[in-house]
Every structure is written in C-alpha cells, then in structure tokens.
C-alpha cells in the first residue's frame, strides 16, 4: 500500500450474554477477521458487549465514528432479549420501524399461518436502513450509515455477510495469502503468492 492511502478499517461488535457467560462459544470473529483481510479491510478492533440498551449505542456510536466499517453480530431474532435493531436505531438517533419488505420475505419464509408477533419482531429496523439478505431464515439484517447488523448465529451471518462484500471497498488483501500449488509428482506444497 503506498503511504497516501488511507487503510480501510472495520471493527466487530458481538452482542450476545450468552458469549460473555461462555454458554455459547463464539465463532464470527475469525471468519469475519480473515474475508476483511481477503477484502483488504483491516479489522482494527472487536468488541463483546452484553444485550443491553446503554452498552449497545455507546459501542455503535463510539465504533461508527473511527472505522469505517462496523460489523455487529447479534441480537436480532425474535427472543426478548434480541434488542440490537432498537439500540441500533436509538445510536442513530431515529425511530424503529416495521418495515414492509422485511415483513414480505417473513411471510415468505414461514407462511402466513405461522407469521408470529415475535416473527414480525424481527422486521422492525431503523427508519432509513437498507435491508441484508438472509437466504437461510428469512429474518433480514440491515445496514444504516457504516455500520451492518448481521445475525448472531455463524452459518447465517456467514450467508449475510457473503451477500453484501460486493458492496465493500478496501484496499489489497491485509496480508499475504496462502495458496496450495500442487508439485511435480502429485505432492501438495504451500506457497506465497
């Protein structure tokens, strides 16, 4: 990278008690870590930080304004204490929302029959945010300002994730990958590209 370019930057927030308790073991960081780096996004900071209102604006709003990226996992389903969108929305500074396309591909998803109040909690998000795709489970998360609300659990907020990396921009790759190259006679070596 020459030295006038600015490095891209990110930082993960993870959300979940349940994380901090040691109940659930986390596994987005290192994927995440590894296809910013791939993207030439330089992930700079992550954070773990309890389902709480008061923990979820200060990280947001503390982490929106110094990386240029801010990735959450977390705390968007439709459990009680899934309370991201709301607190997201409350960093932002606007209102929380029902919005109609996030109720479409819910009711895509389970059918009308089994579309829920907390089904339908999971399609409130902040006014002005622009929906992520969840081919997996149908609950959608959003993207407002620099910062992308994925879901919590790993296979799913991979899907999310791989959905909107077209839409990043960052530099070279972070650092030099390592690619299999196969040898003379059939044998596998590891080499630097």
């Not at 006038?4 to 290192?30: D, F, H, Y």
């Not at 604006?57 to 990386?67: L, P």
């Not at 009711?107 to 945010?129: D, F, S, T, W």
Request: charged residues 20%; positive net charge; proline residues 6%.
């Amino acid at each position: 990278m020459e030295s006038s370019q600015k490095a891209i930057t990110a930082c993960v927030i993870i959300i979940g008690n349940e994380i901090l308790s040691g109940r659930t073991a986390e596994a987005n960081l290192r994927y995440l870590g590894r296809r910013l780096g791939e993207l030439g996004v330089h992930l700079h900071e992550a954070r773990v930080i309890p389902d709480t209102e008061d923990a979820i604006v200060t990280a947001v709003n503390q982490c929106r304004t110094i990386f240029d990226y801010v990735f959450t996992t977390g705390g968007i389903g439709p459990t009680h204490d899934d309370i991201t969108s709301q607190s997201v929305a409350k960093a932002f500074g606007v209102p929380i929302k029902r919005n109609p396309d996030a109720v479409a591909r819910l009711r895509a998803y389970y059918g009308a029959q089994h579309l829920n109040e907390a089904r339908l909690k999971m399609a409130n998000v902040p006014e002005g945010a622009h929906l992520i795709n969840n081919p997996v489970s149908g609950a959608p998360g959003f993207e407002i300002g620099n910062v992308w609300v994925l879901a919590g659990v790993p296979s799913i907020m991979r899907v999310m994730f791989e959905g909107v990396t077209y839409r990043l921009t960052g530099g070279p790759p972070s650092y030099r990958a390592r690619c299999p190259r196969i040898c003379p006679k059939g044998r596998l070596r590891v080499v630097l590209r």
